[in-house]
């Protein structure tokens, strides 16, 4: 699976001969700047600052989050809670989502420097 610039979401086969086997149009308004896929859900971020979540049998949108104003760098569910998910972006902020709620209940930005990635 791979965001592209053009906001679309692609997933390939990596074998010899095959290629695309679906894609996601206009999945961000801009470029997809991070993806997590695991089981249960596809998680995005964007350059518009959006976090998604994209339900990965049926590949549609089913949350989505605005609370970041520039682009995220990365997006990953957390490991010990099922229902939540962290993401973090280059305004400095990082931010914890509540799926079950459907809402963000952390929310921590830093006063220099710049996000480039979160483990």
């Not at 859900?41 to 609370?67: C, K, P």
């Not at 990365?74 to 490991?79: I, N």
Request: aromatic share 10%; net charge positive; charged share 20%.
């Amino acid at each position: 699976m791979s965001g592209w610039s053009d906001g679309f979401l692609r997933a390939f086969v990596m074998e010899e001969g095959k290629g695309q086997i679906w894609e996601i149009a206009n999945a961000h308004r801009g470029s997809i700047t991070t993806v997590h896929a695991d089981a249960n859900y596809i998680l995005t971020g964007g350059a518009e600052g959006a976090v998604r979540v994209w339900s990965r049998a049926q590949r549609q949108m089913l949350l989505q989050f605005n609370d970041q104003k520039k682009d995220i760098v990365s997006v990953f569910p957390d490991y010990k809670l099922a229902n939540m998910i962290h993401s973090c972006s280059v305004d400095r902020s990082v931010c914890t989502y509540d799926l079950k709620h459907e809402k963000r209940i952390n929310w921590r930005q830093t006063a220099n420097g710049q996000n480039c990635g979160m483990a």
